[in-house]
Structure formats: structure tokens, C-alpha cells
């Protein structure tokens, strides 16, 4: 088992950065695939960003590559994204996800979640 907690979440304005982080605990969080999904209000989650859990390959959604980074310090069994150029569009709830070896942007491969920050950009 796998637990998950993320935090850095808050109120930007357009152009603004955040960071957020994903702090794991439980079974070897080193040996996990983590992503980034996110969900609107009315709307479905989607996938934001990926890395995979023994090497630095990441990859993103179209709607952020360029803006968001997404990496990882196993020694402190954590993920963080790095939020740039923040969007009103970028508005969400945004949850961390853990799956066993290989990474993957399918929301329904990832049976680890944490509860959720909110991120709101407006002015």
C-alpha cells in the first residue's frame, strides 16, 4: 500500500508560478511510476504529467508541455510539478498517482491517489 499526500496548492494570477509536491509513504515509493491528473469543476480528470520510476523519463499532456515540469527525489520519496505561465484554464483540482514500475497516462492504471490540492488562477 501506498499512500499519498499533496500540498502547494493555492490562489495565482495569470503568468504566476506554483509548485506543488507529493509526498509518499507506505511501500518503496522509489519503485513507483507518478503522475499528475487533474479535474475541473463539472468536468472529467485528466492526465497533466508523468515520470517513471527508475530513470527521468517524463512526458506530459499537450496543454502543458512547456509550462509544467514534473520531477522526482527519491530520497525524500517525493514528486513535485512545477507550474510556469499559469492559465485560467489551468484552474483544477490536482492529484497525485502511484502505479508499480512502468508510467503511463491512463488515469485507470494508477490505483494510488492522493485527496487533492486546489490550484485557481484568476486575477
Known amino acids: 500500500q501506498v499512500q499519498l499526500a499533496e500540498s502547494g496548492g493555492g490562489l495565482v494570477r495569470p503568468g504566476g508560478s506554483l509548485r506543488l509536491s507529493c509526498a509518499a509513504s507506505?511501500?518503496?515509493?522509489?519503485?513507483?511510476?507518478r503522475a499528475w491528473f487533474r479535474q475541473a469543476p463539472g468536468k472529467e480528470r485528466n492526465f497533466v504529467a508523468a515520470i517513471d520510476w527508475n530513470n527521468d523519463n517524463t512526458f506530459y499532456a499537450d496543454s502543458v508541455r512547456g509550462r509544467f515540469t514534473i520531477s522526482r527525489d527519491n530520497a525524500k520519496n517525493t514528486v513535485y510539478l512545477q507550474m510556469n505561465s499559469l492559465k485560467p484554464e489551468d484552474t483544477a483540482v490536482y492529484y497525485c498517482?502511484?502505479?508499480?514500475?512502468?508510467?503511463?497516462?491512463?488515469?485507470?492504471?494508477?490505483?494510488?491517489w492522493g485527496q487533492g490540492t486546489q490550484v485557481t488562477v484568476s486575477s
Open positions: 498517482a502511484a502505479k508499480i514500475h512502468g508510467m503511463s497516462g491512463r488515469l485507470n492504471d494508477y490505483p494510488y
Open positions: 507506505g511501500r518503496t515509493a522509489a519503485n513507483y511510476a
